[in-house]
């Protein structure tokens, strides 16, 4: 169990659950700019709306399931060390049964003293003004929004930096610090690039694109890998 798989996910991994992508149409996230519903400014401009906005993402993510592709990842833990890091705030690695998942960019399924952002609860149900945490302070979703740090960043670049293969599925590649961590892979090491669309695929050593779906892509892969753990692919 020595080889170590870093998974480095985005939006497109949860798009055949009925998750739609940030930047599918024309920058709108569900009817949004993404600066009202995903950054301080939003927050202090209305509350509410930010707070309504989420509150449907999380009503709508009960009721999505994992895919092919969730599932094909943990299939790999069979094998290989497998450390997920994921940009999404959905729960759809660890319902499919992924063991370390680290997220980026925060959990729907969780929120956050506005005021402490180490004060954090689960969260299952909406979250209203006036909700406060036990220190009084209003309550907010957990979620790394534009402009705020990425508190799990130095985890993620230890991860990368110490895998022997590195997959990438379903993310743009356009919100950094998450961008840049492919930059952090050993050059030596085995990549994967998996994405349907014609996308930019970033100038690094060993880095094979796949084009396809992520439920068909990443199930081929995944395949292929446990065949032949010692593959030079
Ligand atoms: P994007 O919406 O920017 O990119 C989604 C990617 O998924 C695109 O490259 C699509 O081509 C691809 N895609 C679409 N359908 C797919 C499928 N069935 N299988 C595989 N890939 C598919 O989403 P992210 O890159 O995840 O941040 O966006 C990064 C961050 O921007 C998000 O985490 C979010 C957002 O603003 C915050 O909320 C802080």
């Given at each position: 169990m020595s080889k170590k798989i870093v998974i480095l996910t985005g939006a497109g991994i949860s798009a055949e659950s009925g998750i739609k992508t940030f930047r599918g149409a024309n920058g709108l996230w569900e009817n949004h700019p993404v600066e009202e519903v995903a950054s301080p400014v939003g927050w202090e401009r209305n509350m509410e709306l930010v707070l309504d906005f989420y509150n449907q993402r999380r009503q709508q993510l009960v009721k999505c399931q994992p895919n092919k592709a969730h599932f094909a990842l943990v299939e790999l833990e069979r094998q290989y060390d497998v450390v997920v890091i994921t940009q999404n705030v959905d729960d759809l690695h660890e319902r499919a049964g992924s063991k370390k998942v680290i997220h980026l960019h925060g959990e729907l399924l969780k929120m956050r003293s506005s005021v402490d952002e180490n004060l954090v609860f689960d969260c299952l149900n909406d979250i209203a003004v006036g909700d406060k945490c036990p220190k009084g302070s209003q309550m907010r979703p957990h979620i790394v929004w534009f402009?705020?740090?990425?508190?799990r960043m130095e985890d993620a670049i230890l991860e990368v930096s110490t895998a022997t293969k590195v997959i990438v599925i379903g993310t743009s590649l356009s919100v950094y610090p998450a961008a840049g961590l492919l930059n952090y892979a050993t050059p030596e090491s085995s990549k994967w690039l998996i994405d349907p669309d014609t996308i930019y695929v970033p100038p690094v050593a060993n880095l094979e694109f796949i084009q396809k779906k992520a439920t068909e892509g990443v199930p081929e892969l995944a395949h292929q890998l446990l065949q032949n753990e010692n593959c030079v692919i």
């Open positions: 402009g705020e740090s990425v508190p």
